[in-house]
């Protein structure tokens, strides 16, 4: 970092303080993860010098014969991790790579069917300030509010739901659901009523890869996902056609009088459709990451994240607390905090003085605006990839709950701001610019 410092000390003072947080601070943002060292040189390369526009042998630019090699490495990798048939690698981000499935699949003014925002789904699954909510007409399933199933999403709902709206496509997929989806029950759906099924892994596509969350593509039309959550690569999007999806999708209509296939549609929507010049250098990092996802390592952290993630659910259930749907399949938790008298923004903001990092988040039926929420968000990857375990995360909790049991009492947040650095020093992360 040493020409940052010297050529650009107010940035380099902010990467410095970053830094420091997260390598001192508890990380718990449920989207959020480490990505490792040579990832990281991947993506600060010269590779974000070059222009690439269009696909690896077939650019608007010369001289690509190098980031060639690195993004054909990235699709051969993504396609070995996810058993899948096509992807594309250059989606920015997630909202990108969503953005072309609506561009390739969808009419503006066509309806589509998601899981509502307030329980547990997207920003780009159809809400109203959204342009998947602006351009196209959403429809939403949601979770069952009380009963057995409380929290979950309930498929003969799902299906009324369709048969009533009759939607052109059905978005899976969330941000804040802790269970996993029965993908064969929407195909069954989406089939009955001639729609597209669309799946989001964004969440979950690093414990998708380990294989130890059941596997969307063999049922969607097609899948999407970002690089950068428990999948750990660098900020950024995809998109996948599993082995059957594009060939049950039907005939696509001739365009330029030649007949294109699925994948060709949605390389388009990526380029020229969606975006220009791809980003080389994170194209590079992505291959980078695949190739660490292929190893056996890889598994043995998605086990853990999930193992870490229970552990941490049963400790919130066991000291009161509400957990929506009563615990987790996957690397998240959402606690309902209506029983424990404090809001979702002021449990982030008292957690943060503490060095612990959450998001507030709209529980189903949630009483409070988006702004204020009843719950928190709290999820297992980025300090499972740094090496804690189940016994960790249960002290954790324990913390956790001192924090918000004590809300006004800086002298227990001033002793639980300590416990968590005496805990995180024990797991080091990043010395690169502290050293
Ligand atoms: N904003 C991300 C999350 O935190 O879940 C999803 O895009």
Redesign the pocket.
């Known amino acids: 970092m040493s020409h940052l410092k010297q050529a650009d000390p107010a940035i380099y003072s902010a990467l410095e303080k970053e830094v420091s947080r997260q390598n001192e601070g508890l990380e718990l943002?449920?989207?959020e993860n480490f990505v490792s060292r040579p990832v990281m040189q991947a993506m600060g390369s010269p590779l974000t010098n070059k222009y690439a526009e269009g696909l690896p042998g077939k650019r608007y630019y010369g001289g690509c014969q190098f980031v060639d090699i690195a993004e054909d490495i990235a699709r051969d990798r993504a396609k070995q991790v996810f058993n899948c048939e096509w992807v594309n690698v250059q989606p920015h981000s997630?909202?990108s790579a969503n953005a072309a499935v609506y561009l390739t699949l969808m009419k503006p003014g066509d309806v589509f069917l998601g899981l509502n925002l307030a329980h547990g789904g997207?920003?780009t699954h159809g809400s109203p300030v959204n342009f998947s909510g602006i351009l196209y007409k959403a429809e939403y399933y949601g979770v069952e509010p009380d009963g057995p199933d409380a929290g979950r999403i309930d498929m003969n709902k799902v299906r009324d739901q369709a048969l009533k709206v009759r939607p052109r496509m059905i978005s899976i997929g969330a941000?804040?659901y802790s269970r996993d989806f029965d993908y064969a029950a929407f195909r069954s759906v989406a089939d009955e009523i001639g729609a597209f099924l669309w799946m989001d892994m964004?969440?979950t596509a690093g414990l998708i890869a380990a294989k130890i969350m059941k596997d969307p593509l063999p049922h969607c039309h097609i899948v999407s996902t970002?690089t950068h959550?428990t999948l750990r690569g660098p900020r950024g999007g995809m998109l996948l056609i599993g082995k059957d999806g594009a060939n049950t999708m039907g005939k696509v209509a001739p365009k330029s009088g030649r007949t294109k296939n699925w994948s060709e549609l949605f390389d388009s929507s990526v380029f020229p459709g969606m975006q220009g010049g791809p980003l080389m250098h994170v194209i590079a990092a992505k291959a980078v990451a695949f190739g660490e996802a292929l190893e056996p390592e890889f598994i043995t952290y998605a086990k853990q994240v999930i193992s870490n993630s229970k552990a941490m659910a049963n400790a919130f259930v066991e000291r009161g607390y509400d957990v929506v749907s009563g615990g987790t399949d996957n690397h998240l938790s959402l606690i309902d905090l209506r029983n424990k008298g404090i809001t979702g923004k002021d449990a982030e903001i008292v957690l943060g003085t503490a060095d612990i990092t959450v998001?507030k988040n709209m529980v189903p039926y949630d009483t409070e605006s988006p702004f204020v929420t009843s719950g928190i968000r709290i999820g297992s990857p980025a300090m499972t990839t740094r090496g804690m375990g189940e016994d960790d995360f249960r002290t954790i909790v324990h913390l956790i709950d001192r924090v918000l049991t004590n809300a006004h009492n800086d002298s227990v947040i001033s002793d639980v701001r300590g416990a968590i650095h005496e805990l995180t020093d024990r797991f080091p992360l990043y010395d690169f610019v502290t050293a």
Do not use: V, Y
């Open positions: 943002i449920a989207s997630g909202a997207h920003l941000s804040a964004a969440h970002t959550k998001n």
